[in-house]
């Protein structure tokens, strides 16, 4: 599929001795992971599904699940990656339950931009507003989403979530340096 092709895609470039940064964005529901974004750019992203109200049996057949985790392990687990997001002891604790493993975390944008702006509010969304190019609302999505209508809402969030940590994260790094 084209989940793995992508997962793979990214790990083949790792091997390869570059070097870059991957934001990391879960969604969950009822305690547990409904999807899992990345981006490496202000512009790309995916966003893995693992829970699908129309299959309760999930996403994927149970051979490809296992595969998707093990290669998002490889990801966010490689030396060469530079992982990213925001509120990211919330993804680790998902992450570390139901994938055994805890991702090697290079920057939590909520903690940079608390470190250089403590009196101001730590939310992605704030801190897009401030920092993004091409800001717009988005946070409502995740909130206002009906399984009626099908879950590329929820998915679509998930990787704008990853993609405005992402973006976020340069300016609040550098903030910090400051």
Known sequence: PEATACLEGLLKRLDAGESFQLSFDLETRHGHIACAGLAWSELEAICVPFMCVERASGFWEASEEAYLIWLFYKLLAHPQAQII??????????????WHFVPRLAQDTMFSHHTAFCELPKALAFQASLFC????????????WDKKLGEDQLWIYCCEDAVRTFEVAAVTKENVRS
């Open 133 to 144: 190019k091409s800001y717009k609302f988005w946070k409502h999505d995740s909130k206002i």
């Open 85 to 98: 997001g925001q509120n990211l002891l919330y993804d680790f604790q998902y992450t570390y339950r139901w």
